[in-house]
């Protein structure tokens, strides 16, 4: 069991606080209505860049194609100048030491799905050895997902154990752990499943795989925000966010820009402790860019598609 | 043999279950049309309605929460004690320049009165409540409550029927209330005190004064702790009195002048009750998750 | 980047991204430099003769000057009023007029942007509320009674009620256009006709509305509207022929309403005063039950008569709900009403403003702590930070009186009977909020609490077809929903 087992005191995860559905629903709409202008916008538009897991998870995915995402990842938009990286490369374990190399010593980091992505449905030695090919492949990020079969049976030692052993198999690579809260449907669940994982050693909490629908949504996001703000009151750990699919807007991603500073502050507020999970935002936020520097809205004709 | 010698009945007032003579030792001797004196009826003073309203503040939790299904056993059963009694209230009514079939009409009407109000105790809830159809997703109810502790002047002009009227309205809707009967007619007021004492009523529920409107219809009227007030005459003097009284605690005011208490049609309704009550409304979130439909 | 640590006395922090202003144009409204009184579907300059200003509270710059009606002007409009109720709208057919009130529901939705705009600049609430909520809500509130007037005898079991002749009615600065809607729409739909005075601080909406009104072709006479101060209000109340008085607005005036209108005839509701108790057990949903209170006292900077102004908090969770309140408060945003990110925008008057200061400084006084946001505030205008007290008991007089600004009190508790207790231990009535995830201690709570508005698990909710209205001190009679009809019909004969 990971280390920090030891100076936490697991709650009962059943006790873990409701959620009331009407209360966070207008609170997650009332970000929608701040105004984002100007200087804010352009800031907000290029945080959110740096923000990106650029992602692909396909079963059709090959070398070729994600050495281009790679370089897309590196160069978003070279005819704006002084743009930032995005945050992460987010692919299949098969694609890490593609992905490692395409990337080199760029700071862009190389996240793996692993334990059976997406579903979990798998036994825990090979979600070990999954994570454990990543790592060795050199993944700086594993996004495991939680069995979400388990948890909805009230299995919650077995959950909470099956995440620390990942991340005792992720050695110094950062943990995202997927609750898929489209499959977990009630924010009660997403909260308890954001306290398992987060005391459980979960580094980062993630909605979810962008295979099932709903995936993200500002309120998910915002019950789980709110449980991380609750885990650093009572432990003083911070833990990151990321929200994955379904994001593909620029506004809405100011949104939640937006959400994380009013609900966690400014500490949260880079790539360390935030990211989108996301393949078609960054061109939308480019395009967005773009139009805020000549004042003119713009065509995906000059925006690549990797 | 020496002929046996009638026990003649005092008449005392009635607050919190027990019946006291009136704390300032006064009384008054109202008369029949005939000039004869009724009985020594306590001439009830501030203080005497001061401990009846505080009877009343005490016994209101206990009343508004009874199920009211309960009230309405607790008024049928005045009925049948009335009812039981009905000789007395003739002997009473008779006394007080009623004819004999007059008098008999009286407390059968009275009678009924009673049970009207009882049939609505656990009725009036369900015809003048609503379910509110908020735009948001909320579930938002809106419901009768009682107001409190209600003042009443009964009206004077009746012995009984005015009384009766007055009071089950307010009782079946779960207020309690401190009465004042009428000045010139006040022994069936006393009796009636006497019927519900033996009727489950809670002490408290109804208090009962007898004595003069002149005297105490300022302290029925601008008593704090009191948050309705009833008014059956067509005093303009007085109700104007009463209103600017009122005004100190926003006490409600309610007027029912010029309403004949033995016309059926006329003098009894639900709106009797819900003239004082409150509408409280209750508002909650609605859960509506993911995309499941009562479609079926 | 922040370091992981044990010690949890560290803050958050919400500076990061500073919002660029975002001010609303205020090219979408027109205020006139001068407004006459809106009588017999006119607009007639006072007999008075005279006009005062009215300012903008976040600049303190005049807007525009409005007429002074005196009690001639009232009786020239109870005239009008008169008139038309007897010729004209009570022997309209009741479908009619329930088309004249749909057509300025429409109208005011069509005209929403230029209302907001209007509402924000004359009396200081962030134009995000006005948009939002008060406008919308106005004109839902015509559109729900509009349908209303042709279906009365299904509202009274058994009764055929009949209207009460001429209404005059007085309504307060915080909630301008949509209490010129819980006003007027009902009193139209039961069949009366009006005579309307808006508060002297913020009459432009409802000059707008009258407006619309006249553009609406409603009959002439059968709305009026007046501006003026106090002692038009007492003219209104004082008039002989009016049939009822519906006020909105202070317990202390409404006190002296009552007292006037005795040995009258006419028929009174008034809505007033409150100091709701809003409640959080250790088992409620927290982070929504602190937004709940945030929305229960700083929604339209605390000028609300039903606001969560008492706190009560379980102790058990005290310390959570404090510093997760605290927090809230540093993302709040106050400033220029105009912007559309401001939270909390200008207190209405320099006046009230005075009154806050003044409560603040009692409570400093009785000991109480204080806690503010550490937001700056503009230079110019009337404003105040989002402010809490602790250390507050029953007996404070922050905790007993409305101060009717962005001013909380906090109280902790023990035992369900205890708060009961405390939050019914007050002459006011009117509101309170519970917040607990166990239903059976939601319906204890609620049946215990003697008020006419109870929010369980939110706060601050209002529709048209909710009843509103107090219990005790905070008045009689009810606005909104079927129970809102009693107020304008004569339903007991």
């Known amino acids: 069991m990971a280390v920090i087992n030891q100076t936490l005191a697991i709650p009962d995860f059943s006790l873990s606080p409701r959620i009331d559905h009407v209360g966070v629903e207008e609170r997650a709409s009332r970000f929608t209505k701040r105004s984002i202008k100007a200087e804010t916008k352009v800031n907000g538009l290029k945080l959110t860049l740096n923000m990106i897991d650029l992602t692909t998870l396909e079963g059709k995915d090959t070398n070729g194609k994600v050495k281009q995402l790679c370089y897309k990842a590196l160069h978003l938009h070279d005819a704006y100048p002084g743009l930032p990286t995005v945050a992460a490369i987010c692919v299949y374990p098969s694609m890490v030491s593609v ?163 009013e609900t966690l502050g400014e500490a949260w507020m880079n790539n360390h402790w935030f990211r989108f999970g996301a393949s078609s935002l960054a061109n939308d936020v480019l395009m967005q860019l773009e139009k805020e520097r000549t004042g003119v809205y713009q065509s995906a004709n000059y925006f690549s598609i990797d | 043999m020496s002929t046996r010698v009638e026990v003649l009945k005092t008449y005392k007032i009635y607050i919190g279950g027990q ?21 020594n009826v306590c001439l009830s003073s501030r203080k005497d309605f001061r401990d009846a309203v505080g009877a009343a503040r005490n016994a209101f939790g206990g009343w508004s929460g009874r199920a009211a299904f309960n009230r309405a056993q607790i008024l049928y059963r005045i009925a049948e004690m009335l009812e039981g009694r009905k000789a007395q209230f003739i002997d009473e009514l008779v006394k007080q320049n009623a004819s004999a079939k007059d008098a008999e009409r009286e407390v059968n009407l009275s009678i009924d009165r009673i049970i009207y109000y009882a049939g609505w105790c656990d009725k009036f809830q369900q015809v003048f409540s609503s379910v509110n159809p908020v735009a948001s997703s909320h579930f938002n109810f809106s419901v009768p409550e009682p107001t409190g502790v209600v003042s009443i002047i009964a009206p004077q002009n009746s012995s009984l029927i005015g009384l009766v009227s007055v009071i089950a309205p307010i009782i079946a809707g779960g207020n309690t209330c401190v009465v004042l009967a009428s000045e010139d007619q006040p022994l069936c007021a006393v009796t009636f005190a006497e019927v519900i004492n033996s009727s489950d009523v809670p002490g408290g529920v109804v208090n009962i004064l007898t004595g003069k409107p002149s005297e105490l219809i300022k302290y029925f009227a601008e008593h704090m702790d009191v948050n309705a007030i009833i008014y059956c005459e067509k005093d303009d003097a007085n109700k104007k009195l009463i209103q600017e009284k009122s005004a100190l605690n926003v006490k409600r005011a309610i007027f029912y002048d010029g309403v004949n208490w033995l016309d059926e049609e006329k003098s009894q309704s639900p709106y009797f009750i819900t003239d004082t009550q409150e509408i409280k409304t209750t508002w909650h979130p609605i859960e509506t998750v993911g995309s499941a439909k009562a479609g079926y | 980047m922040a370091k992981a640590t044990k010690n949890n006395t560290l803050k958050l922090k919400f500076d990061s991204l500073k919002y660029a202003p975002a001010p609303e144009s205020k090219s979408s409204a027109t205020i006139n430099a001068q407004y006459d009184l809106f009588i017999n579907g006119k607009f007639e300059r006072p007999l008075s003769k005279k006009y005062f200003d009215t300012i903008n509270p976040a600049t303190e710059e005049k807007l525009s000057s409005v007429a002074d009606a005196n009690a001639a002007d009232i009786d020239k409009a109870v005239k009008a009023a008169r008139n038309a109720y007897s010729n004209v709208w009570s022997k309209m057919a009741a479908k009619e007029r329930a088309k004249y009130i749909y057509r300025i529901a429409r109208m005011i939705q069509e005209r929403a942007r230029e209302f907001a705009v209007i509402e924000t600049l004359d009396g200081g609430k962030p134009i995000r509320e006005s948009r939002d909520i008060d406008i919308p809500l106005a004109a839902n509130h015509f559109f729900y009674y509009a349908g209303w007037a042709d279906k009365l005898d299904y509202a009274f079991p058994n009764q055929h009620p009949k209207s009460l002749g001429v209404a005059g009615q007085i309504i307060p600065w915080n909630f301008p256009l949509l209490m010129a809607a819980w006003k007027i729409a009902p009193a139209l739909a039961t069949g009366n006709t009006v005579v309307l005075k808006p508060a002297e601080t913020t009459s432009l909406s409802a000059l707008k509305l009258a407006e619309i009104i006249q553009e609406s072709d409603l009959p002439p006479g059968v709305v009026n509207i007046l501006t ?25 005036v409404g006190k002296i309403i009552q007292r006037a209108t005795a040995g009258t005839n006419k028929k009174v509701t008034l809505e007033l005063g409150g100091k709701a108790a809003n409640i959080i057990f250790e088992d409620a949903p927290i982070d929504q039950a602190v937004e709940g209170i945030i929305n229960g006292i700083y929604f339209n900077q605390g000028h609300v008569c039903c606001a969560g102004s008492r706190l009560f908090v379980q102790e058990s969770v005290y310390k959570e709900v404090l ?115 166990k239903g059976s201690k939601i319906f204890n709570l609620t049946t215990k609490l003697r008020a006419g508005v109870i929010w369980a698990n939110t706060y601050n909710k209002f529709d048209p077809t909710s009843p509103f209205g107090g219990y005790k001190e905070s008045g009689f009679g009810r606005e909104g929903g079927l129970h809102g009809l009693g107020a304008y019909l004569n339903v007991h004969s």
């Open chain 3, 228 to 252: 003026g101060a106090g002692a038009t209000g007492a003219a209104i109340v004082n008039h002989p022929d009016i049939n009822k008085i519906a006020f909105t607005g202070s317990t202390d």
């Open chain 1, 99 to 261: 992905a490692k190399k395409a990337l080199g010593n760029s700071g862009v980091k190389v996240a793996a799905v692993a334990t059976a992505f997406p579903s979990g449905q798998a036994p825990r030695r090979v979600k070990i050895s999954d994570t454990k090919f990543a790592v060795d492949n050199g993944a700086d990020e594993i996004d495991m997902v939680i069995s979400r079969g388990k948890f909805l049976e009230g299995e919650y030692s077995f959950v909470f154990d099956e995440i620390a052993a990942i991340k005792e198999a992720c050695g110094n690579a950062r943990l995202k752990v997927i609750l898929e809260t489209g499959e977990l449907v009630t924010y009660d669940k997403v909260r308890r499943a954001s306290d398992i994982a987060m005391y459980a050693g979960a580094d980062f909490i993630k909605t979810s795989t962008g295979k099932v629908s709903p995936a993200a949504t500002m309120p998910v996001t915002l019950v789980m925000l709110e449980a991380i703000r609750d885990f650093y009151y009572k432990t003083g750990k911070m833990i990151a966010m990321k929200p994955a699919g379904g994001i593909s807007k620029s506004k809405l991603a100011l949104h939640y820009l937006v959400m994380l500073q």
């Open chain 2, 19 to 39: 019946f006291p003579r009136t704390e300032s030792g006064r009384y008054y001797s109202p008369k029949n049309k005939r000039g004869e004196s009724l009985a």
């Open chain 3, 323 to 437: 510093r997760k309140l605290k927090d809230r408060i540093a993302t709040l945003i106050v400033g220029d009403p105009m912007d559309k990110n401001t939270d909390i925008g200008a207190i209405n008057s320099k006046q009230q403003l005075e009154t806050i200061h003044k409560y603040i400084n009692i409570g400093k006084k009785e000991g109480a702590e204080m806690f503010e946001s550490s937001c700056a505030l503009p230079r110019k205008g009337f404003f105040c930070r989002p402010t809490l007290f602790t250390n507050v008991a029953q007996s404070s007089r922050i905790a007993q009186e409305e101060i009717f600004g962005p001013v909380l009190t906090i109280q902790t508790f023990r035992t369900d009977d205890e708060v009961i207790e405390k939050a019914n231990n007050t002459p006011f009535g009117l509101s309170a909020g519970v917040w607990t995830d």
